[in-house]
């Protein structure tokens, strides 16, 4: 027969049995938990960069090639380029060869408005610029794609 005293001591050590248990799995937890501090403190303290490095930025470049009349018409200091009223001008957009990216279209500022072209890849963009009055051109390289609605494309005439 079984008494009340031997059942109460088996709860009592099953009790002491279940916070053995929890109090090493916690003791366990907080050993792995200081390991990993102490590797991570380590690792932070002792971290080199051997050799040099050196992170670069994509550029994006054109080559601009305007002409008048087979004349070929050269930059001013600030990069624009002088057009004269009443005249026809080719313009061709290249991708630079110096370019490290690939993709980029070009902005031109024609009379203070700013027209765009369709992506200048590893073609080129041939157009047209009739100006109305004595005016400066400015071509400006953009990196990445354009979302302008309309954009310069082969042929195209601006005024």
Same mark, same amino acid.
């Given at each position: 027969? %079984?008494?009340?005293? $031997? =059942?109460?001591? &088996? %709860?009592?050590? @099953?009790?002491?049995?279940?916070? &053995? ?10 050993? %792995? ?7 991570? *403190? !380590?690792?932070?303290?002792? /971290? ?5 490095? +050196?992170? +670069?930025?994509?550029? !994006?470049?054109? $080559? ?8 070929? %018409? *050269?930059?001013?200091?600030?990069? &624009? ?7 026809? !001008?080719?313009?061709? @957009? ?5 370019? +490290?990216?690939?993709?980029? !279209?070009?902005? #031109? ?9 369709? =992506? #200048? /890849?590893?073609?080129? #963009? ?15 390289? =953009? @990196? ?9 494309? /082969? ?5």
């Amino acid at each position: 027969m %079984v008494t009340r005293d $031997s =059942q109460t001591k &088996s %709860v009592e050590k @099953l009790t002491d049995k279940a916070f &053995s248990r929890f109090f090493l799995t916690s003791l366990l937890a907080l050993l %792995v938990a200081l390991g990993a501090l102490a590797s991570t *403190t !380590y690792a932070w303290y002792t /971290n080199s960069i051997s050799g040099s490095s +050196t992170l +670069t930025a994509a550029f !994006y470049d054109i $080559s601009v090639s305007l002409e008048e009349a087979g004349t070929a %018409v *050269t930059a001013q200091e600030d990069g &624009s380029y002088h057009l004269t009223a009443g005249e026809s !001008y080719t313009v061709t @957009l290249k991708r630079s060869s110096h370019a +490290t990216a690939e993709k980029g !279209y070009s902005e #031109i500022v024609l009379s203070g408005v700013s027209h765009f072209t369709e =992506q #200048i /890849n590893d073609g080129q #963009i041939t157009f047209n610029i009739e100006p109305t009055t004595d005016t400066d051109v400015f071509f400006i390289p =953009q @990196l990445g794609t354009c979302t302008a609605e309309e954009k310069i494309a /082969n042929g195209v005439i601006l005024h």
